[in-house]
């Protein structure tokens, strides 16, 4: 009688828990919405927007007129990149009342709430409720992700795609080897995207390969190796048009990859190489040529980018992982799961370590490596409160304040940081005010659309008029075209400073810092990361603060 009433007293406690967990996740996730659609036109453009956009619509002409216009697939290195984004950017553009790049960074935000929408899911399902409800916590206060989902077009949606085909090699670990129509749909639609977005996604066939020894190895223990081998087959056929109707998704969305049979795997060649001319960028107080990396580069950077109580929960949940792989009482298919999502957080970066390939931009190429981390981190925690609750009961509050105060930190940078979010650094790194002299922090130049507004809002209240060809000329240090399109049709910008009124000037290590007046300056953190300068009646011979390459 007693074992009766105790169940009939915790079984419902649970489901209330598990019942808030969830009730919280909406809000957090209806809480992202609402901030981003109040403010995703604060994010300016970066360099690679203009060029994006002239590619969806190079990829609509070709649809539209029957594959007869080809220009896309030569466009720029661009067709060696999906561009599901743009195109569907470029169309939504057509149908809503808003600028085509204010468009791009609505999209933006909306790819990015759905990323966060499956990174709760898929921890959810990976550790419970609890775990479900950190994951998206830890994700949507990674400033890192959140900044970037709004402005950039290649990196933040494949960091989604790559979080949905994850979703979908974990719900097929756990229906193996019958899986259902839906996992099989999720599975393919996550692989034509994710190779859609970038070829790299194919290293998701790696963690799949791994990551599901473990299962195999029961599978021929218990099966016997013949039926073992009877089930991965029939799990292979079962998956069969998945994978077909993922290729269709890849062509839709990334059409050159389908030309010939071969081209992926010549993207793959093309990407493994660096492709453009090289420069240099400032890594760890030193100007480092991009394709001479140390080793050290990634994992510094996601050291001192990554919120510090992601990166605890995370280095947790890898031993935990790690160390289930050797436990007999931790079932095959989780042992499965968790080496899937371990090889999905950390191969990328060891991978690049090893390599050595050219790295720049910070870790933005790497964003995809975000989202499992967050949900390893959500697991990890989940892990955490139960053992807590089982041995040192008292101690559970404690931990949810600690876990409650690392939230907090990121949270109030990014405040402090809008809309610049993803260059944000960690207290390890001494915030951005630590890190900009030995690191970039605004490289893909968003502060240029604050200093522009600036500029138009400081000659309205000066009552300055043009002068007699009726355009203001600016002098830009940084990305030219999201300039022109942040100022607008009554200036003309370029490089040369010394028949310009005003001189815009990003604050980064290659724009010189100018002996003229200041009229508007963008700061975050005391650092500046941005300045207009009033030039007019001076001699200014260059805006770089180093040669050009």
């Known amino acids: 009688m007693s074992s009766i009433t105790t169940s009939a007293i915790e079984t419902p406690a649970r489901r209330s828990v598990e019942k808030t967990c969830d009730d919280l996740a909406i809000v957090v996730l209806t809480a992202v919405a609402l901030i981003a659609g109040l403010t995703f036109r604060d994010y300016g453009l970066g360099w690679d927007d203009y060029t994006h956009a002239e590619y969806a619509d190079l ?24 561009g599901g984004f743009d195109m569907a950017a470029a169309l939504l553009h057509k149908v809503i009342p808003l600028e085509l790049f204010e ?33 998206l916590l830890l994700l949507a206060l990674c400033p890192t992700f959140y900044g970037h989902m709004f ?21 097929l670990v756990e229906e193996y080897p019958a899986a259902s129509p839906r996992t099989i749909l999720i599975v393919g639609f996550g692989a034509g995207l994710s190779l859609g977005c970038r070829v790299l996604g194919g290293l998701a066939l790696i963690y799949a390969a791994v ?15 013949r039926e073992a081998a009877y089930r991965f087959a029939h799990a292979v056929y079962v998956l069969l048009p998945g994978l077909i109707f993922g290729y269709l998704v890849m062509g839709l969305i990334w059409p050159w990859s389908i030309m010939e049979p071969g081209h992926p795997l010549e993207a793959v060649t093309y990407f493994s190489h660096f492709f453009e001319k090289p420069w240099k960028e400032m890594f760890d107080g030193a100007l480092v040529s991009v394709p001479d990396m140390p080793w050290s580069y990634l994992p510094t950077l996601f050291a001192l980018q990554l919120p510090e109580v992601l990166l605890g929960l995370l280095i947790a949940a890898v031993v935990m992982s790690l160390m289930s792989l050797s436990r007999a009482d931790v079932a095959a298919r989780r042992k499965t799961i968790l080496l899937m999502l371990t090889l999905a957080a950390t191969l990328p970066l060891v991978v690049a370590m090893v390599k050595r390939p050219a790295l720049y931009n910070g870790i933005r190429h790497f964003i995809f490596v975000i989202p499992p981390m967050a949900v390893l981190a959500g697991f990890a925690f989940a892990r955490t409160m ?29 405040i402090r940081l809008h ?37 138009r809002e400081q000659l309205i209240e000066r009552q300055e008029i043009p002068p007699q060809n009726g355009k203001w000329k600016v002098a830009v240090c940084g990305p030219q ?3 022109q399109v942040a100022l607008g049709p009554d200036f003309t910008i370029g490089w040369d400073s010394q028949s310009a009124d005003f001189a815009m000037t990003l604050g980064e290590f290659y724009c010189k810092g100018l002996t003229a007046p200041v009229m508007v300056e963008i700061k975050r953190d005391d650092v500046v990361f941005a300045r207009v300068y009033d030039i007019r009646g001076r001699s200014i011979s260059s805006l770089l603060a180093i040669p050009a390459p």
Do not use: C
């Open 419 to 455: 809309p610049y979010q993803y260059t944000h650094f960690n207290h390890i790194a001494g915030t951005v005010r630590g890190a900009d002299e030995l690191f970039m922090l605004d490289y893909w130049g968003l502060a240029l659309k604050q200093a522009s507004d600036g500029l």
């Open 59 to 82: 990829l609509l002409r070709m649809y539209g007129s029957g594959f007869k216009d080809t220009g896309a697939l030569s466009f720029a290195n661009l067709y060696m990149y999906g």
């Open 211 to 225: 990551g599901f020894l473990p299962l195999l190895l029961e599978e021929v223990r218990e099966q016997g190796l």
């Open 386 to 414: 139960d053992w807590l609750g089982e041995k040192r009961r008292s101690w559970q509050p404690v931990a949810l304040a600690v876990f409650t105060f690392g939230l907090l930190l990121p949270l109030s940078e990014m």
């Open 103 to 135: 468009t791009r960074r609505l999209l933006g935000a909306v790819v990015g709430v759905i990323g966060l929408a499956v990174t709760w899911r898929l921890g959810r399902r990976v550790g419970g409720p609890l775990a479900g409800l950190a994951a």
């Open 151 to 171: 402005m950039n077009p290649k990196d933040a949606p494949f960091a989604v795609a790559m979080v949905i085909l994850l979703m979908g090699l974990v719900r």
């Open 481 to 483: 075209r999201p300039a």
